[in-house]
């Protein structure tokens, strides 16, 4: 009998772990162990499968895995236009290349736009803040329209741009209900989520499949991945044999009686460490947390650096800084003049930086280590606020 319920018990665990492992998209039934696995190499928020038949499987999930803002995974098998085959239980059919999208955030246009494929986005949120003379353009003629924002989308201009697939950012404030409807397929871009920032420019991958761009976006990554980790590698190198000293940063400002903060979690935290620097939430576990004032000064008041990006009308100054919270003044970073700063209504930030970290890597080792560039050196985004 002792032995009978070992087995029995080896058995139970067995069966435990291969449900587990179907709920995560990992082990699903009908997917045998012939099928490719994509190789990626810092994206976790999806992975993909080819199947001996053709068949391209991709599961999504959060990276951070916050269960309690989205669903847990979403299940898509690719087929080719004109190609019928079977696919796994639980998976919804997509037939690619997709012609016609609609896209909910500027991080989902960005991959549109490295990938020159502003052909296929048939439908944008708005145009607030947005530099592309090309989307602008497309907009103006009509062959691209504005949904409205959250909460707030226009299903007839939805209906009418004809989509096959409608990317999103699932969260609580969402307010897909309405477009749900329409029963046009929503597709999930979680890049936003990812924890390191060559992880959020690996899902132009992502969207290439979709679109039938998969080789561009491999040259494409290759090339940001090569840049990133080398400027990488020669701050490591200068820390490890010229000079150990790190500053310290913080980031965010004061908004509607809260301060949100960049968790440690958040690929922005994982760049600073990158450049050189070290984040003052760093042992955070999340992606971002709400801070009241007093709380982040406690913290941050001795912090070297403090970046701050914002969409202000005008020039913003140490002066705009310390009219919006005049306790702003007392942060040591911003007697020194150690603001870093980024003006969303003066520069393309989130048309090119979420395909492009190593830019934005280049701009923040300028001001940590400026001895690591060209003595010329010209930032795209971020620079000391005078």
Known sequence: MKTIRIVLFFVVALLWVSCRQGTTGKNVAGVGDSAAV??????KGFTVRTLENGVRLVDVADPQQDEDKMPVSYHFALL?????????????????????????TMLQLS???????????????????????DIRKRVEDGKMVKIGMEGNFDTELILAAHPEVI?????????????????????????????????QAEWVKYVAMFIGKEAEADTLFDGIKKRY????????????????YRPTVFSGEMHGGNWFAVGGKNHLAQMFRDAGADYILK?????????????????????????????????FSYEALRSSEPRNELFKAFKER????????????YEETPVHPDWLLEDLVAIFHPDLVAADYAPRYYKLLK
């Open 167 to 199: 990317f999103i950012s699932p969260f609580k404030r969402g307010g897909y209900d309405a477009i749900k409807e329409t029963g046009i397929m929503l597709v999930p871009h979680l890049g936003y989520k990812e924890t390191h920032p060559l992880g």
């Open 229 to 244: 980790l080398a400027l990488t590698e020669k701050v490591n190198s200068h820390l490890s044999n010229v000079n150990p």
């Open 38 to 43: 994509m190789q990626l190499e810092y994206a």
């Open 338 to 349: 150690h603001v870093i700063y980024c003006n969303m209504k003066q520069t393309p930030y």
């Open 111 to 133: 991959n549109f736009t490295a990938l020159d494929a502003h052909d296929v986005v048939k439908g944008i949120t708005g145009t607030k803040n947005l530099y592309n003379k």
């Open 283 to 315: 042992d955070d576990n999340t992606g971002g947390v709400p801070i009241e004032y007093e709380q982040m000064y406690a913290t941050a008041a001795n912090a070297d650096y403090w970046r701050i990006l914002n969409s202000y009308p005008g020039d």
């Open 80 to 104: 080719k236009k004109g190609v019928e085959a079977e696919v796994p239980e639980g998976y919804t059919k997509v037939k690619v290349p997709v012609e016609r999208t609609i896209v909910m």
